[in-house]
């Protein structure tokens, strides 16, 4: 065990260290990952786990993309960290599970200190309260369940809730999961500043209970995935405060912000969130998975989770009732049986400390500002959206584009030939009906160097394009 652990350890260190080594983009073919990993089930087994940790390491973990990669700016990078690491193990090893306080009292207790910690990083109030789910997605999932429940009791009939186009599908596959048809969830058009428009909701809830129907929640979203946009959550909380409805706030890439002095002012409107998404593999730099939910009301988890309201048989699960004050998270969501995903933001926050978490979220909002600065200054790109919580989007533009260009094809060009050189890793996506380039800068290793990179293959990239469409539309000599 020694001997494969200390193996292990030195794989996992060389990935640490060998960020910049590696191409960001690595799509293997499914013939030649069938053809390396696609084999009989093993009937016999071995007794040097080295040969299997080099195996697995090289033909399965390093056959995808480098998400924490310098100069990966696509999606929402995750960079993970060694201390972390290290806990996943731990809590593996130990069978770690904060579900009854009878099985896993000292995880538990581990669990509530990290959700204290992360509320006291965000600014939110004392009472709230929740439990680490697997990522954004559940934990949208966990809070809308407490809002149905809460607001329609057992009859879901005629239900409506309200979003943004720009929210993301996990709100969408979450009414669904929760037996609400697509019909119920009113997907409400996007104001120009991309933004969930509180008239524009306030409006349909009227009209919808004119109708007869049942408005319950709204969510909305604070940084949008594609352009990193905050909806209007003082304006909404109010909304919901005079019709009596459920905000749950999707604060899964953005919430994070709120730790910074830059982002202070999102405290307010989480504290008036009756719910609140984070993901902390995402903009608190922790390995997947780990997502959190939190409410302001946390004893409601219970009246839609706790284990005696579904048990078939109270008998087997009689013993682990809690006593006294002790707590069983296994009656706060879904899950009864659960990893220790607290462990590694805990060990991370003791090891860095708040403040190293503030700084890196600041230098991830510092490094998209300057990659807008860098595209005002430069006459053939153009900002398309400004700097939010570390999203920016833009084009290659130029001011003499020849006739017949299409701009939208040369954005996805560009994004591919940039790829395609293995240095950077640039994606595309959609804004206003317009295809643009998209970064995402919360990566704490890339630097200003990196940004500057990249813009500067763009137009390197956007010019060969223009440049040839130009020759094969000029005039020849007869």
């Not at 009854?100 to 509530?112: C, F």
């Not at 306030?202 to 946009?229: E, H, K, N, Q």
């Not at 922790?286 to 409410?295: A, D, K, M, R, S």
């Not at 950077?424 to 940004?451: E, Q, W």
Request: glycine share 8%.
């Amino acid at each position: 065990m020694r001997t494969a652990g200390l193996h292990a350890l030195d794989l996992i260190i060389e990935r640490f260290t060998d960020s910049r080594t590696h191409p960001p983009l690595r799509v293997p073919s499914p013939d030649d990952l069938r053809a390396a990993l696609d084999e009989p089930l093993p009937e016999t087994g071995t007794d040097d786990l080295r040969p299997l940790l080099e195996h697995v390491t090289r033909d399965a973990l390093g056959q995808a993309t480098r998400l924490d990669h310098p100069r990966s700016f696509a999606f929402t990078p995750s960079t993970g960290n060694f201390p972390a690491v290290l806990a996943d193990a731990l809590a593996s090893a130990h069978l770690s599970v904060p579900g009854a306080w009878m099985v896993g009292a000292g995880p538990t207790q581990l669990e509530l200190t990290t959700l204290g910690w992360l509320k006291a990083l965000l600014g939110l109030p004392e009472e709230a309260g929740g439990l680490f789910v697997s990522g954004g997605s559940v934990a949208n999932l966990t809070a809308l369940a407490v809002a149905r429940d809460h607001h329609l009791g057992d009859d879901h009939s005629h239900a409506r809730l309200y979003c943004s186009t720009q929210a993301h599908p996990s709100i969408a596959r979450a009414a669904h999961l929760l037996g609400l048809p697509r019909a119920h969830l009113s997907v409400v058009p996007a104001d120009r500043a991309l933004r969930l428009d509180p008239a524009a909701v306030a409006r349909r809830v009227t009209d919808d209970r004119a109708a007869g129907l049942r408005p319950f929640a709204v969510i909305a979203t604070l940084g949008t995935t594609g352009t990193g946009t905050v909806d209007p959550l003082d304006d909404l909380a109010d909304l919901c405060d005079r019709e009596g409805l459920w905000l749950h706030v999707d604060g899964a890439h953005g919430a994070a912000a709120a730790a910074t002095a830059r982002g202070h002012g999102l405290r307010a409107g989480l504290r008036r969130a009756d719910s609140l998404t984070v993901d902390p593999h995402k903009w608190l730099f922790q390995p997947y998975e780990i997502g959190c939910v939190l409410l302001r009301r946390p004893e409601l988890l219970r009246a839609t989770f706790d284990l005696a309201h579904h048990a078939l048989d109270n008998g087997y699960l009689a013993p682990t009732d809690p006593r006294g004050d002790e707590v069983n998270l296994s009656d706060h969501g879904p899950q009864q049986s659960r990893g220790l995903r607290a462990l590694k933001l805990w060990l991370s926050l003791k090891t860095f400390g708040a403040e190293a978490f503030r700084q890196a979220i600041e230098h991830g909002m510092d490094l998209a500002e300057h990659a807008a600065a860098l595209i005002a200054d430069r006459s053939e790109l153009a900002l398309v959206t400004p700097a939010s919580l570390a999203v920016l989007t833009f084009r290659y533009h130029p001011a003499d584009a020849p006739p017949g260009w299409d701009a939208d094809a040369a954005q996805e060009h560009i994004s591919r030939a940039v790829c395609a050189e293995g240095e950077a890793l640039l994606l595309t996506t959609r804004v206003h009906g317009a295809t643009v380039l998209r970064m995402c800068t919360i990566n704490p290793g890339s630097t200003r160097d990196d940004v500057a990179y990249v813009l500067h293959q763009v137009v390197r990239h956007g010019r060969r394009s223009t440049g040839g469409l130009r020759k094969s539309s000029a005039p020849t000599d007869r």
